[in-house]
């Protein structure tokens, strides 16, 4: 099926069963540790502003950019932000003043929400510790979001703005070593499960999810294929926007008392779901938009209590939304999709592997928090700062599947998969840890063409 | 007579309150006037906010501090104290003063040594 070390004694499902039915034990779990360390927060303190991440985010960016400044644009130029002006500058924190939807504390009609927050009158202003200029020239001003750091270069015009005729990025993080395996395995990636929503569509599609990995499914290729599955990530979104619905505030308590919140059944689902897949494979589970945990970012992982039958099992592991891990020598760093969508509402970029493309390049996981995404006040250090280049990048809840394999200038080879939306898509992705290729896998229950 | 058990024994309280951060009234709901006593010079300590024996640091210090505080390379100063802003400056690389982190270290229970600037009563 989807490896070509299918078992060569496969038979189809069309024969009398074996004597001795064939076990197809799975691929041992090796090599695996956790580096989201960074992404958990211990003691949470919101006592603070936000100015410090931006400080923080140009001050540990600012060495690189300068040397890729300068191998880029060769010869002397001044750095701006210092005392004096040079007629070349320098990067730091590229910043766009975007027309936002209308707030609620002023009384007025709130906008409804718009797919996309761009207008031809938006600006572009570069600032730093000291002082901020407004951009112009060579440089799309719809296609940047507020928090990149980039170098730019050009020259100041005389009343006040910057003529901008070439600009770069962070580029690529530097490369880390490739100690992949040396055999097919596979790591299932699937997002946007989507339980507790309205209507029951995804439920079957689910429950073959669930049934390929663990091998209930199909005749022994296919079984001997999914035993090479070493690890399911679930990048978030396990629960439906359905179950986020906010009646019981508007409503009157005493119509509200005896209602559960809808959340409730969903995670008695996924408990259900999570068993099953728990009881045979190492599962990673990634909290998202619309999942109970805290909304900024990083968001800290469900509580086990949440999940009673399947936290008993070893397998589980509630992880961080973004996640980092290296799973068999391969470096995978993702999030559940949010800071990529909030790039594609406040950009020009419409595609989605397009912006998880960029993010790589720009040196940031998501530039845009915290001013348009919610974001924990950190202080020493920016975490979303990418200083290794991952060999996995992905984000979920994309609306289609993408993936790409970018290479890189230092050697670097990354993968770049945007994880469709299982509830809507009934897609999920299956990556090859040896080649780090990567394939859709979609379950759906009824054919275009099935009149029945 | 032995004394009330408190839970602040077992559980310790972590976050301390700057000047007069005693809750209104609380004293008066005290009927214990061993307590009430008790209270009062508890308060009194956490006014002072330092022990009598160590000695005010001195101006020069405290202008250090503030010169410290002001400069812009290190970052922003609010919501942090001020060790953790030098720290902040090291990992960064921005080479901070050594002295001021000696001063920081050697007056650690002075809050006026220490505070993080703050807006209004956070």
Redesign the interface.
């Given at each position: 099926m989807f490896s070509e070390q299918a078992a060569p004694t496969a038979q189809g499902l069309l024969a009398s069963p074996s004597a001795e039915p064939p076990t197809f034990p799975r691929v041992p779990v090796s090599g695996y540790s956790d580096c989201s360390q960074l992404f958990q927060l211990g003691e949470r303190s919101f006592?603070?502003?936000y100015?410090?991440i931006y400080?923080?985010r140009l001050?540990?960016m600012r060495?690189g950019l300068e040397q890729c400044a300068r191998s880029r644009w060769a010869g002397v130029f001044a750095v701006l932000g210092m005392e004096s002006w040079g007629p070349w500058g320098l990067l730091v924190l590229a910043e766009a003043v975007r027309a936002g939807p209308v707030s609620y504390q002023h009384n007025l009609v709130p906008q409804p929400p718009l797919p996309k927050y761009i207008q031809p009158s938006d600006e572009l202003i570069l600032e730093d510790?000291?002082q901020r200029i407004k951009l112009e020239g060579a440089i799309d001003v719809q296609r940047l979001v507020t928090g990149t750091i980039l170098a730019v270069y050009g020259s100041e015009q005389d009343d006040g703005r910057f003529l901008v005729e070439d600009h770069c990025f962070a580029g690529l993080p530097p490369p880390l070593p490739w100690n992949g395996p040396s055999s097919d395995r596979f790591v299932l990636l699937a997002s946007g499960l989507g339980l507790g929503s309205v209507s029951g569509e995804a439920l079957l599609s689910t429950q073959l999810l669930v049934d390929v990995v663990t091998g209930q499914l199909g005749a022994e290729g296919e079984q001997s294929c999914a035993a090479h599955i070493t690890r399911v990530i679930l990048a978030g979104n396990l629960l439906s926007q359905n179950t986020q619905s906010r009646d019981t505030i508007n409503k009157a308590k005493y119509l509200t008392k005896k209602t559960q919140a809808a959340s409730v059944e969903a995670v008695k689902m996924l408990d259900e779901i999570l068993l099953q897949l728990c009881t045979s494979v190492p599962v990673d589970v990634m909290p998202g938009e619309f999942d109970p945990t805290n909304y900024t970012l990083p968001q800290q992982p469900l509580h086990h209590c949440m999940l009673p039958l399947a936290s008993a099992y070893a397998t589980l592991r509630l992880v961080t939304n973004p996640y980092q891990a290296n799973l068999d020598g391969v470096r995978f760093l993702g999030t559940s999709g949010q800071n990529i969508s909030d790039i594609f509402k406040y950009s020009s970029m419409d595609d989605y592997l397009e912006i998880l493309e960029w993010t790589l390049l720009a040196g940031h996981i998501s530039p845009t928090a915290p001013d348009t995404l919610g974001c924990y006040?950190f202080?020493?250090?920016d975490p979303f700062i990418l200083t290794e280049c991952p060999h996995v990048y992905f984000c979920g809840n994309a609306p289609h599947f993408q993936s790409k394999l970018l290479q890189g200038k230092e050697g670097q080879r990354v993968l770049l998969v945007t994880v469709p939306d299982f509830s809507a898509t009934q897609t999920a992705c299956l990556i090859n840890l040896h080649d780090l290729t990567c394939r859709p896998i979609t379950f759906s229950s009824f054919g275009a063409d099935n009149e029945d | 007579m032995e004394q009330p058990r408190r839970i602040t024994d077992s559980f310790p309280r972590r976050l301390r309150r700057r000047g007069s951060g005693r809750p209104p009234g609380r004293l008066k709901d005290k009927k214990d006037k061993k307590d009430n006593d008790k209270d009062k010079v508890q308060v009194k300590v956490r006014d002072c906010s330092r022990s009598p024996s160590q000695s005010l640091p001195d101006p020069a210090l405290l202008e250090m501090l503030r010169r410290f505080d002001l400069s812009?390379?290190y970052?922003?100063c609010?919501?942090?104290t001020r060790l953790?802003r030098w720290?902040?400056a090291q990992?960064?690389?921005?080479s901070p003063p050594g002295p001021i982190r000696d001063a920081l270290l050697e007056h650690q229970d002075n809050p006026d040594v220490t505070y993080r600037w703050?807006w209004d009563g956070?």
């Open positions: 006592s603070r502003q100015a410090h400080a923080v001050a540990g060495p510790e000291l006040p202080y020493k250090s | 812009w390379e970052g922003p609010t919501g942090i953790q720290e902040r990992e960064l690389g921005l703050m956070m």
